[in-house]
């Protein structure tokens, strides 16, 4: 008997990289999918472009995936940020009048770059022209240790800030008008939905750096939240970029962040999970 509405069967995939036992993870996967055809199987995985195997075919239509990356070669894909999950965020701190905050806030991880990493390098350009002594400016950074040798280059030798606590991270959004958000190992960042749900909240804006991954830019427009900006390449560019950044005022930064409050359902927890589930066509 056909049930009256889709029945959605959620997998954790992890389907991420190439490795031997989870072929068969995904192949029966795939059976489970084709047995049921009633069924809507919802795979989560980071990405699938490097793993479904090219032999398999494309997958059964009843089969989706949710991705934290662009879509590669699997069928039915929707591409969705990481999400937040507030239950362990500390209390909204006290607001900050707009003009009596710094102007912007980079905190990250500055990881490797090169081979397979393409986006390695866009936090250690950034940061190369940030962390320059500008009162205006915030830098919080971690250099991986793999990347040790790369700090060489950034002109000296560069120290890991201390990681920020979770409460400490907020308070310093809500102490800054923009919050940079930029390309890591990836293009997908953590702090896309974190800034996003902040900006919401009135704390700082997006900064977003060409090349971030903007998931659901179909239905999102994410220029009413935060700027555009490519990596600013030099001192004089900046000086540009900051330039731009002070000329915002209190008044658009306030329309901003109620465009945010217009868009966190596709960042915050539960809403994002039932926002995705309905892009699939299955009842919530």
Avoid at 150 to 171: D, I, N
Avoid at 198 to 227: K, M
Wanted: proline share 8%.
């Amino acid at each position: 008997m056909a049930a009256a509405h889709p029945a959605a069967i959620l997998v954790n995939a992890s389907f991420t990289f190439r490795h031997a036992q989870r072929y068969p993870c995904y192949l029966e996967l795939r059976r489970h999918a084709a047995a049921n055809p009633n069924a809507t199987f919802v795979a989560v995985s980071f990405h699938t472009s490097y793993f479904i195997p090219r032999y398999a075919g494309p997958s059964p239509s009843n089969l989706k995936w949710v991705v934290m990356e662009p879509p590669g070669r699997c069928n039915a894909s929707l591409p969705m940020p990481y999400v937040v999950d507030k239950h362990g965020w500390p209390a909204q701190p006290r607001r900050i009048p707009w003009r009596q905050r710094k102007l912007l806030f980079f905190a990250g991880r500055i990881s490797r770059a090169g081979g397979l990493i393409p986006t390695g390098g866009v936090r250690r350009a950034l940061v190369t022209q940030l962390d320059n002594g500008d009162p205006r400016v915030t830098v919080n950074a971690q250099y991986c240790q793999c990347a040790v040798r790369g700090c060489q280059r950034l002109g000296g030798a560069k120290q890991s800030s201390q990681r920020l606590t979770m409460a400490e991270y907020v308070q310093a959004a809500h102490a800054h008008r923009f919050c940079v958000v930029s390309p890591g190992d990836t293009p997908s960042t953590r702090k896309l939905a974190e800034t996003m749900v902040l900006a919401a909240q009135g704390a700082c804006l997006p900064l977003f750096i060409t090349g971030t991954f903007l998931p659901y830019s179909d239905v999102l427009n994410y220029s009413r939240v935060g700027v555009m900006a490519p990596i600013p390449r030099s001192g004089a560019a900046t000086d540009r970029l900051l330039k731009r950044l002070d000329g915002l005022d209190q008044l658009e930064a306030r329309a901003r962040m109620q465009a945010a409050r217009g868009m966190r359902h596709a960042f915050l927890q539960p809403e994002a999970a039932h926002f995705a589930l309905r892009r699939f066509g299955v009842t919530v």
